[in-house]
């Protein structure tokens, strides 16, 4: 099994700013706690952070071409403005959990929308870093029931 953790705009100062919100784990910790886990399942997993929407979609459709699995994806603030990254996980067809490290519903008004959310499978938020696990566990479990 192939998965792909795409992280989207800022997501490279974690643990650097704003910790009281995002926690103090940097994105490497991220990079090594999804790894760790990944291994443990025998899951191949692939990481791409951007700052860029366009080479955020031109990673989606690689994975589309590369036959990956599952993508899990903080779009960042990417979540609450890109029609283009939900047109990408339509266009794709891969299984996508959106996970966000805070819980952007209680947060301010302008972080209540996700567009990308209705074209994903799950949606995993408020939990910290944690909440890429779950995805990796959530996308795992759902591929061995469909075999
Ligand atoms: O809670 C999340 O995971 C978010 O996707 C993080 C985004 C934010 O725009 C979303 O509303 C919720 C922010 C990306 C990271 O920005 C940072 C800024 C300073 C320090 C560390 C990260």
Redesign the pocket.
Known sequence: MKILVLN????N??????PE??GHATYQDLVSMVQAEAQKLSVDVDFFQSNHEGDLISAMQQAYLDNVDGIII????Y??TSIALLDAVKAVGIPTVE??????DT?EDF?KISYIRQACVATI?GKGIQGYLEALHFLYDNAEEAE
């Open positions: 989207g705009p800022n997501m100062m974690l643990g650097i700013r704003q919100i995002y903080n779009p960042a603030a979540t609450h996970v966000h490290i805070s819980d952007p947060r972080r938020k």
